[in-house]
Each structure stands twice: as structure tokens, then as C-alpha cells.
């Protein structure tokens, strides 16, 4: 499992124009999909498991991010219309989100592999990569799915503080600022967002079971979920997770 190429994801940012400087060419390349709700580290898993298997991660977050620093001339239609949803602080709709996936599926055929983090997130979505896959002839390895018990949820979201100026984001037990309330790298207040306090992670977390149960049925009926603990340290769940893979090889 040891990887060859870092993969810049330069296509996967910047749009289906860009090309990677180094995509892969790896014999048996890991396409996998990462589930887990808000809080679980899933982020993280993406990236440690992208040094481990020599994949590629590909965020979904990046993309919806990256079209606002690009000049309009530049955008696809699929950017455009990303852009206007989150200007009006709108969900992006399935159409949307599946067309900027579809636009960078040379990602996809990579032969360096991908980690796909954030997608899919409905059954639609779900439904239109197996779809878009099988006429590739290409087929995931696995879904992992992390699981952590709620308290464990509301306790790491709950105890995030944010950097009000430049936005970092330390834990008041796990990663405290070395000054309580003032983070280390520019100064400024820490506080914590609405949407961490405990009230409002279970009402998240409720939202997310929801949405996410008819995937989970969906990749368990086509035998490609992986359940993988979300406890201990990032290296030691990397390492159950890239356990748990080997064993399903």
C-alpha cells in the first residue's frame, strides 16, 4: 500500500481544462468512497489514507470552494451556477453538485486511484456515480463508513473554538490554544460556532442519520461497506481502516 505519486490534484481544483503534473500509475489502484458524520475526523482519514495508498483525495469541499477565486471567463456552467447557489446561501442541488463531479471525471479514471470525501451524499448522487462508473468500466474497492458514538460527537464538535480573524480552529482538550481564548497564529478571539454547540450537533447529527441511512443501504446492498471505529488517534483509525481494506482485498 505503499504510494508512488503524490497526486497535485491540480485537475480535480482548478476544472476538466487543468491536467495533474503527477497522476499515478499505480498496478491496483484504491477507489474508495468516505462516509462518517460531522466530527468523526473523516477529513483527516482522507488525507492520511491518500500518503498511505498513493490515491488521490478528492474533496467536494475544495470544489465548491475553488471556483470563487477564479475569474468568471474561467468558470464552467456547473461553476457558475455553484457559485450563485452559495451566494444566496442555498444547498447546492443534486443536478449541480453530480455535473462539477462529472466534469472532473478524468479524476476518476486516474490510475493513481481517488478517495472521494463529501460525495456522495444522497442516494441520487450515489445512484449517478454508479451509473457514471459502470460505463467507464470502473468499480469501487470499498465505502468506508466511520462510526462514533453521539456523546464522542458532541463532545469533539462541541469543544472546537474558531478563530474569529483568521479562522483556525483549535479543541479545548484535544488541541487547546497555548493561551486560553486567543488563538496562536494571529491573536485573535476564539468563541464557538452556533452550529457546535451541543443543541445544535445532535440536531446536525439527527439531519445527517437521515440523509445519510439510504447510502449506507444502498453500498451495503452492493457489498462495499466498510464499518471502521472512529476512536483513538487519527494514525491508529488510519491504521484500522487500512487493516480493514487489506482484508477485503
Given at each position: ?8 490534484r491540480?485537475?480535480w ?21 468516505l462516509l ?14 491518500s500518503?498511505r ?7 467536494t ?42 466534469e ?16 456522495p ?6 445512484e ?11 468499480s469501487?474497492?470499498a ?8 456523546d ?8 472546537r ?38 443543541e ?27 464499518p ?6 487519527p494514525?491508529a ?13
Open positions: 500500500m505503499n504510494p508512488q505519486n503524490k497526486n497535485d491540480a485537475a481544483l482548478q476544472g476538466p481544462s487543468a491536467a495533474c503534473s503527477m497522476p499515478g500509475d499505480l498496478e491496483s489502484p484504491w477507489r474508495l468512497v462518517g458524520a460531522p466530527g468523526v475526523g473523516k477529513g483527516t482519514q482522507a488525507l492520511l489514507l500518503q495508498l498513493g490515491a488521490c483525495h478528492l474533496s469541499g475544495d470544489v465548491f470552494r475553488a471556483p470563487g477565486g477564479r475569474p468568471e471567463c474561467e468558470q464552467t456552467p456547473a461553476m457558475t451556477a455553484a457559485m450563485q447557489h452559495m451566494r444566496r446561501g442555498e444547498l447546492l442541488p443534486d443536478s449541480t453538485v453530480w455535473e462539477m463531479v462529472r472532473r471525471s478524468g479524476c476518476l479514471r486516474c490510475r493513481g486511484g481517488f478517495i472521494l470525501d463529501g460525495f451524499r444522497t442516494l441520487s448522487q450515489a449517478a456515480l454508479k451509473q457514471h462508473m459502470e460505463s467507464e468500466r470502473l469501487l474497492n465505502v468506508v463508513n466511520y462510526e462514533l458514538p453521539l464522542e460527537i458532541v463532545s469533539r464538535l462541541s469543544g473554538r474558531t478563530c474569529k480573524q483568521c479562522k483556525a480552529v483549535f479543541h479545548v482538550t484535544g488541541q487547546p490554544p497555548k493561551s486560553e481564548g486567543v488563538c496562536d497564529h494571529c491573536g485573535g478571539p476564539l468563541y464557538q460556532r452556533e452550529d457546535d454547540r451541543p445544535s450537533v445532535k440536531v446536525r447529527m439527527e439531519a445527517y442519520e437521515r440523509s445519510t441511512m439510504p447510502l449506507i443501504q444502498f453500498y451495503s446492498g452492493l457489498g462495499l461497506l466498510l471502521v471505529a472512529a476512536t483513538g488517534s494514525d483509525i488510519c491504521e484500522r481502516t487500512t487493516a480493514a481494506l487489506a482484508a477485503c482485498v
